[in-house]
């Protein structure tokens, strides 16, 4: 057994599924645990890569508002992120809206005819909604001053959020918009005083997890995460984190029983959850043209040069020729300089 001072460690819990997709019957699935639930089909993510919006549109997501325009892509390894006129095109060959509003200011944090421009854009949208910026900060802010917008408007408008609730559910996310002018927007938008004290995360390490903004803070520096990208593991130990918990299975029962217990990769175009070994395996030709999600896809919808329209291997998600490879994401982990400790649950 092994013992952890949260003191002393920032900690990320890895695992499959995150909370909100575990036990939320509405949200959307493994492929999209990143997506913090902010209410009933609202959710919120930072800058998102051409995976990520395909994802989405597999895992149920109807629509995506960007309150950035990207005008510059990233590469981070085998992750791409495009700008938004690339990412609207994406988004429209994956099947779901992808749209971009920013406020006319230029000032995100205090721009109400942007409250007004977001509020007509997300209503307009069908749902499950992802709105996303860089690191979820602007995104989740826009997204809470839309309910409290709608909410002031319209008493039956649910989530009922008023001045209180905006920072209380911020600071749940992780999120601090204790700050003059956050508090002058949202007076402005509730109609309320909001010169005193508000909610704020009670997280030491403050805000440099941000840039790691798919997880989700849980208790102090403790946070939990579904199966993250070899790419984000420098940026991991790069803002601050020690130690990683990984609960899902390794490629054996253990040292001790040979027996094969990997899970699933999660693949493009193929359903989750069709079990590792089930019918030869899960990753062979055959049970992966079975198992498309959307068989009429062109090649293209994997990449400009794939020969077939599913992915049969999954390497950022530590993914082999049979699922999820454990020893992988340990070498890797470690590798980052982190601590790496395995406690498989399932």
């Known amino acids: 057994m092994y013992t952890m001072n949260p003191a002393v460690f920032i900690?990320?819990?890895?695992?499959?599924?995150?909370?909100?997709?575990?036990f939320d019957a509405n949200n959307p699935m493994r492929k999209t645990w990143w997506a913090k639930r902010i209410a009933n089909d609202f959710y919120t993510a930072g800058r998102i890569s051409a995976r990520q919006i395909k994802y989405a549109q597999e895992d149920g997501f109807k629509s995506i508002i960007s309150v950035i325009n990207f005008t510059e892509p990233l590469t981070n390894g085998l992750e791409e992120f495009p700008t938004s006129t690339d990412c609207q095109e994406i988004a429209k060959n994956a099947g779901i809206r992808y749209e971009v509003v920013v406020p006319p200011s230029g000032n995100w944090k205090q721009d109400l005819e942007f409250v007004r421009l977001f509020t007509i854009l997300a209503d307009s949208l069908p749902k499950p909604l992802l709105v996303h910026c860089g690191v979820s900060y602007a995104a989740t802010f826009s997204l809470l001053n839309y309910f409290a917008n709608k909410y002031r408007n319209d008493s039956t408008f649910t989530p009922k959020v008023d001045g209180?609730?905006?920072f209380e559910i911020a600071s749940m996310h992780g999120m601090n918009y204790n700050e003059p002018e956050f508090k002058q927007t949202v007076s402005l938008v509730t109609g309320e005083d909001i010169s005193g004290n508000v909610a704020v995360p009670d997280i030491p390490m403050g805000q440099w997890w941000w840039p790691t903004w798919q997880i989700k803070p849980v208790y102090k520096n403790m946070f939990v995460a579904g199966?993250?990208?070899f790419t984000s593991l420098a940026g991991l130990n790069s803002?601050?984190?020690?130690?990683?918990i990984n609960h899902r299975r390794g490629v054996t029962l253990s040292p001790n029983d040979p027996t094969p217990s990997q899970?699933?990769?999660?693949?493009?175009?193929i359903r989750d959850q069709t079990g590792t070994y089930a019918e030869g395996g899960r990753q062979n030709i055959t049970r992966l043209l079975a198992t498309?999600?959307?068989p009429s896809r062109p090649n293209t919808y994997i990449s400009n040069t794939s020969l077939v329209n599913y992915e049969a291997r999954n390497q950022l998600e530590f993914g082999d020729d049979v699922g999820y490879n454990e020893t992988m994401e340990r070498q890797a982990v470690e590798a980052a300089g982190l601590k790496y400790y395995h406690h498989p649950t399932g």
């Not at 900690?11 to 575990?22: F, K, Q, R, S």
């Not at 803002?239 to 990683?244: A, I, N, P, R």
């Open 11 to 22: 900690l990320l819990i890895i695992c499959a599924i995150t909370i909100d997709a575990a």
């Open 164 to 166: 209180k609730t905006f």
């Open 227 to 229: 199966q993250i990208h």
């Open 239 to 244: 803002t601050g984190f020690k130690s990683l």
């Open 263 to 269: 899970e699933e990769a999660s693949l493009l175009n």
């Open 292 to 294: 498309r999600i959307d």
